[in-house]
T-cell receptor, first 115, second 112 residues
Framework: DGGITQSPKYLFRKEGQNVTLSCEQN?????MYWYRQDPGQGLRLIYY???????QKGDIAEGYSVSREKKESFPLTVTSAQKNPTAFYLC??????????????FGQGTRLTVV | GENVEQHPSTLSVQEGDSAVIKCTYS??????FPWYKQELGKRPQLIID?????GEKKDQRIAVTLNKTAKHFSLHITETQPEDSAVYFC???????????FGTGTRLLVSP
C-alpha cells in the first residue's frame, strides 16, 4: 500500500525541548516538503528537499531543522528556538517536474502542542 | 517570491447552489495551479489542477478557470452537496521547480 506516513499523530512537548516529527514515503518521490498549518493562515512552507542530502529553506524555516539522508525519509526537528511551535504539521511528497507529474501527496499530519 | 491571496475565507451555500472561490497570484513565472480539499481532521487532497497553457478545465461538477493576464484563477463547484463541505486551498507554483505557495483557505459549508 503506497503512501506517505507521518508519526506520531499527536505530540506534546515541554518548552525548551527539541522534538522530531517523522515523515516516510514509499511512493519513490524525489521531492519532499514540510508545511505548517495554523487557523486562518493556510499552509506555510518550512523546508523542502528535491534530492537526497540536499534541502532548502522555505518561508518560515527559523527554529526548524531537517535532514534527508534517505529518499523515503524527511524528518523535521522543531527546536527550542521556535517561539510558537504549537501547530498542525503536514509532510508532502511529489515527483519532480521533469517527470511530468506534479501532484503533491500529503501525510495525515502531526498536531504538536507545547505544554 | 510568490504571494497567493484567496477569497472568501468562508462561504455558505444551500445544497444545489454553485460555489466560487477566487485566488490571485503575484509571480508571473508561476505556471501550475492546483486546488486541494481538506475535510475535517483529514489530509489535503488534490481535486483539480490547471497549467498556464490552459484557460479552463472541468471534472464533473468541478471546474477551474485561469486568467494569466490578470493573474487570477477560480474554482467553481456546481450542484453543491453536503459532502462538498470542507476547506479548499488554492496554490501556485512552477512546474520547473516544485515549490508550491498556498492560499489561506476557504471554509465551504453546504447546508441541506
Amino acid at each position: 500500500d503506497g503512501g506517505i506516513t507521518q508519526s506520531p499523530k499527536y505530540l506534546f512537548r515541554k518548552e525548551g525541548q527539541n522534538v522530531t516529527l517523522s515523515c516516510e514515503q514509499n511512493l519513490n518521490h524525489d521531492a519532499m516538503y514540510w508545511y505548517r498549518q495554523d487557523p486562518g493562515q493556510g499552509l506555510r512552507l518550512i523546508y523542502y528537499s528535491q534530492i537526497v542530502n540536499d534541502f532548502q529553506k522555505g518561508d518560515i524555516a527559523e527554529g526548524y531543522s531537517v535532514s534527508r539522508e534517505k529518499k523515503e525519509s524527511f524528518p523535521l526537528t522543531v527546536t527550542s528556538a521556535q517561539k510558537n511551535p504549537t501547530a498542525f504539521y503536514l509532510c508532502a511528497s511529489s515527483d519532480l517536474a521533469g517527470q511530468g507529474k506534479t501532484e503533491a501527496f500529503f501525510g495525515q499530519g502531526t498536531r504538536l502542542t507545547v505544554v | 517570491g510568490e504571494n497567493v491571496e484567496q477569497h472568501p475565507s468562508t462561504l455558505s451555500v444551500q445544497e444545489g447552489d454553485s460555489a466560487v472561490i477566487k485566488c490571485t497570484y503575484s509571480d508571473s513565472a508561476s505556471n501550475y495551479f492546483p486546488w486541494y480539499k481538506q475535510e475535517l481532521g483529514k489530509r489535503p487532497q488534490l481535486i483539480i489542477d490547471i497549467r498556464s497553457n490552459v484557460g479552463e478545465k472541468k471534472d464533473q461538477r468541478i471546474a477551474v478557470t485561469l486568467n494569466k493576464t490578470a493573474k487570477h484563477f477560480s474554482l467553481h463547484i456546481t450542484e453543491t452537496q453536503p459532502e462538498d463541505s470542507a476547506v479548499y486551498f488554492c496554490a501556485a507554483g512552477n512546474t520547473g521547480f516544485q515549490k508550491l505557495v498556498f492560499g489561506t483557505g476557504t471554509r465551504l459549508l453546504v447546508s441541506p
